[in-house]
């Protein structure tokens, strides 16, 4: 059987100091990049999101690279009545090799058309909330500085002046050690009501070393997707596997 191509997006420390010589300070950098997805959010709130992304995954045990890329969609919602907020989302890899993750924000299929496999998953409210969960990068956008102690990365500014930050959890985490995000200084410094998707890049780094990079291109925001695009339904012969241990499926 084929191994998944390894997903750490998205998916999941406010400190009050600017870098020298940055032209936006930390605070500003961190809510353009939280306020789009919080509950409250005006405007510029970013409903959904469109993209091309390309990814490489960084194995230490068998000392290689992995890379891919495909179309991503994901579609935002605000938590209710203390409830955890429903993302749902899909990614399409058309390389290395063709697979889907698709999740309507309560169950998760990871489809493998050359295994002709679909693996079908749960997610429960109570995993949506964990820190320690990289799902959380997806579903606590809007409250990153409330899992994560943010500080500048080293260097703050990429060579297009875009912004990168470092995140680390603040309680220990089995599955995430660090993050990197790069912010779109279009985000930080935007003028008028357009909505921008402040994430240009993310890195994600566990406590073995292994890391995980996705960088997003042609991003389109608040264009509307159908509800039916974050369904699964099986080809017909596709075998349809149940995790038997309650986790994602990979």
């Known amino acids: 059987m084929r ?9 999941l420390f406010l400190l009050p100091a600017a870098a020298p010589g940055a032209e936006g300070n930390l605070n500003q950098v961190v809510n353009a ?13 970013i409903l959904d999101m469109q ?29 209710v ?18 697979q889907a993750i698709v999740s309507d924000g309560r169950t998760m299929w990871v489809y493998l058309p050359e295994n002709r496999q679909v ?14 969960d990289p799902m959380t990068f997806l579903t ?10 943010i500080t500048w990365a080293s260097p703050h500014q990429d060579a297009e002046g875009n912004y990168a930050l470092e995140l680390r959890p603040r309680r220990p985490s089995p599955l995430i050690d660090r993050m990197l995000v790069v912010v779109d200084r279009q985000a930080v410094h935007a003028k008028g009501q357009k909505a921008v998707f402040p994430i240009v890049s993310t890195s994600v780094f566990d406590p073995g070393g292994n890391s995980t990079w996705i960088e997003f291109g042609n991003t389109r925001v608040n264009r509307g997707i159908a509800a039916d695009r974050f369904r699964f339904v099986p080809p017909a012969g596709v075998e349809v596997l149940h995790p038997s241990e309650g986790g994602m499926g990979f």
């Open 140 to 149: 606590g956008l809007g409250n990153l500085s409330r899992d994560f102690q």
């Open 51 to 79: 993209a091309d992304f390309s990814q490489v995954s960084r194995l230490t045990s068998l000392d290689r690279q992995q890379h891919g890329g495909g179309k991503v969609a994901i579609q935002f919602s605000a938590a």
């Open 119 to 132: 693996i079908e998953s749960e997610i429960d409210s109570a995993g949506q909330n964990r820190a320690d």
């Open 33 to 45: 990049l939280e306020a789009p997805f919080k509950a409250d959010a005006a405007r510029q709130a």
């Open 81 to 98: 009545n203390a409830q955890a907020p429903l993302t749902r989302f899909r990614w399409d890899y058309d390389r290395p090799t063709e």
């Open 3 to 11: 191994r998944i191509f390894n997903l750490l997006p998205f998916f």
